[in-house]
């Protein structure tokens, strides 16, 4: 049995924590807000993210970062991108000891342009981290807490890290496969949720499941191209991290990313949709590293750039569309990685 600390009460980590109390791991969620752990610990239950689900009575929660962090060997980083440094300063306050640091955020952080895993390295001194290990894949929380199977990967240049993750998460429901390639896993989860919005936005537009077939593929070998120029494994665009991540991410009604491009193809504003979503919409944020990443690398990123000016510059999406289908024409095998 782990001390495991969760960092991040919403949906995910909270089904994270479940999946780890499930396991008989000593898990403890932390929240910011006192009557969300009072919640959670009292009522086993959070309305707010997951309505339907009665949590283990073994998972407790806490507003009290020093508590979680004292209580941790394994520490898991569920909160949103934008939220990763904050939580990282109020936790190094506590911090006197070294854990094994689980991220399982999406994202890239703009104008920096680094990924979680370099964020976290930042904020955290060498001394108190042990390894940080990527937690990514095709994998919504509704369908975890159901016990449906899903799969994802453990990334980490250290392979016997990422078994450690692998053997504390796995189970009959929920099963895990290492990688090395800590790169790609992190592109791969990232910039997936760019093109999730661009695939809300084709389905809120009504132009079918070829043109949605299309932006995904094609959405991959951007995601592949930028994620090769900076030292990823193309493989791992073909696993978990990469095509599957993208599959779900752009067909499900349980993607925000998706949810919130519909409503953008619909004609809502970007603050309308940030309104009424009332969660994090990370691929909104995404995109605009992608762009500022595209431009440092030199990689050609044609969904992710018409995305930027929809979302940034107010350019109209069917307008944007029809621009992409006449660009310049193109070998399709010479172009994925071009």
Same mark, same amino acid.
């Given at each position: ?38 919640? #959670? !610990? ?26 979680? @962090? !004292? /209580? ?13 440094? +904050? ?14 640091? #689980? ?12 990924? @979680?895993?370099? =964020? @976290? ?7 108190? =981290?042990?390894? #940080? ?6 994998? /919504? ?6 016990? /449906? ?33 800590? =790169? ?24 079918? *499941? ?11 070998? +951007? ?14 665009? &073909? ?14 009604? /349980? ?17 309308? @949709? ?25 990689? &050609?990123?044609? #969904? ?9 510059? *107010? ?6 569309? +029809? ?16």
């Amino acid at each position: 049995m782990s001390r495991v600390a969760v960092l991040g009460a919403g949906s995910w980590g909270t089904s994270l924590a479940i999946v780890l109390a499930e396991n008989g791991h000593d898990t403890l969620l932390w929240t910011h807000r006192k009557e969300q752990a009072e919640e #959670i !610990s009292n009522q086993h239950r959070n309305a707010k993210y997951l309505p339907e689900t009665i949590l283990p009575e073994n998972l407790n929660a806490t507003d009290d970062m020093e508590k979680a @962090i !004292s /209580h941790a060997e394994i520490v898991v980083m569920a909160v949103p991108t934008k939220g990763i440094r +904050e939580t990282c300063k109020k936790m190094l306050k506590t911090l006197d000891k070294k854990v094994l640091f #689980i991220h399982v955020s999406k994202g890239i952080e703009p104008n920096t342009l680094l990924r @979680i895993s370099d =964020i @976290i390295k930042e904020e955290i001194p060498a001394e108190f =981290i042990e390894e #940080i290990v990527v937690l990514s894949g095709p994998s /919504h929380a509704e369908e975890v807490v159901l016990h /449906h199977p899903t799969t994802v990967a453990a990334a980490c240049e250290d392979i016997v890290a990422a078994e450690r993750v692998q053997d504390l998460f796995m189970n009959q429901y929920f099963r895990v496969y290492t990688n090395k390639d800590v =790169i790609g896993v992190e592109i791969g989860g990232a910039l997936k949720n760019v093109i999730a919005l661009a695939a809300g936005a084709v389905d809120g537009l009504g132009f079918g *499941d070829n043109a949605k077939a299309a932006l995904i593929t094609r959405g991959l070998a +951007e995601i592949s191209r930028l994620g090769v120029k900076m030292g990823a494994n193309p493989l791992t665009f &073909s696993g978990l991290a990469g095509m599957g991540d993208l599959i779900v991410t752009c067909t499900s009604v /349980h993607s925000r990313n998706w949810r919130a491009g519909h409503m953008l193809g619909k004609g809502y504003t970007l603050d309308e @949709i940030l309104e009424q979503m009332g969660m994090v919409v990370e691929g909104v944020r995404t995109t605009k590293a992608a762009h500022q990443l595209a431009e440092k690398y030199d990689v &050609s990123m044609p #969904i992710a750039e018409a995305l930027y000016s929809v979302l940034f510059e *107010d350019k109209n999406p069917r307008q944007t569309v +029809e621009e992409l289908m006449l660009r310049v024409k193109k070998q399709e095998l010479d172009a994925y990685y071009l």
